[in-house]
């Protein structure tokens, strides 16, 4: 019998948090939800056992416990606090999968910016050295999650890392979420990851788009 692996998603109650916790909450996986607002993560785990009753979930306090208990992690949280997390949870992150979803955007969403100058995901695997970062979900917007597909095509979430086995189990991940996993290359290119979302929020304020909004490769 499989056993049973346990995702911490760190920053739940925020909107990403929120929409890939209730999308994976059907899965095959046991969720971690860390929160701050502890109001606000009880109200978000009644949701999940009302929609999803048999679902493997439990509130924390603590993202290093959370973490230490993990086989993914996931910190849904703006790229200003990456670092923090990430310098919170270094000792407990070797070798499990760390999954970047963060977009560094500057305040007017007309350019990105970093600490380095590199994508926030290269960022976190210099952070993260001796886990496995992977770059996915960042292309989408957390209402894609409610219906991640539009006229019956279903958006794209690119995947990129260094791994191969965590690539994998990351686009796995994308597929259960709803999405179609698209493979693109390692960590390096999160930085045209974190462009093409950069370019679908500035495409959405120009051209008036809704939120419900994302990437499609077509090809025969």
């Known amino acids: 019998m499989a056993v049973q692996k346990t995702i911490a998603i760190i920053g739940a109650t925020g909107s990403m948090g929120k929409a890939i ?3 994976l909450a059907g899965s095959s996986y046991r969720l971690l939800l ?5 109001d606000k ?3 978000l785990h009644q949701e999940i056992l009302q929609a ?3 679902a493997n979930v439990e509130c924390m ?3 290093f416990d959370a973490c230490w208990e993990a086989d993914i992690i996931i910190p849904a949280v703006p790229y200003a606090a990456e670092k923090f ?3 919170k949870i270094r000792q407990v992150a070797t070798g499990k999968i760390v999954i970047s979803i963060s977009n560094p955007f500057t305040e007017s969403f007309t350019a990105l910016k970093t600490i380095t100058g590199k994508s926030a995901g290269e960022e976190l695997q210099e952070l993260l050295p001796y886990a496995h970062v992977v770059k996915a979900f960042n292309t989408v917007n957390a209402t894609d999650f409610m219906l991640p597909a539009i006229n019956e095509q279903v958006f794209d979430v690119l995947v990129a890392g260094n791994n191969d086995d965590a690539v994998k189990t990351v686009s796995s991940l994308v597929d259960q979420a709803g999405f179609n996993p698209v493979i693109a290359g390692d960590i390096s290119v999160s930085a045209s990851m974190e462009n093409m979302q950069l ?4 495409l ?5 788009y809704s939120t419900h909004a994302g990437w499609k490769v077509l090809h025969d």
């Open 204 to 208: 959405s304020m120009r051209n008036n």
């Open 34 to 38: 860390i929160a701050s607002a502890t």
């Open 52 to 54: 999803h009753t048999q």
């Open 85 to 87: 997390v990430a310098e």
């Open 41 to 43: 993560l009880t109200l």
């Open 61 to 63: 306090q603590c993202a």
């Open 199 to 202: 370019m679908l929020m500035q």
């Open 21 to 23: 916790a209730k999308s």
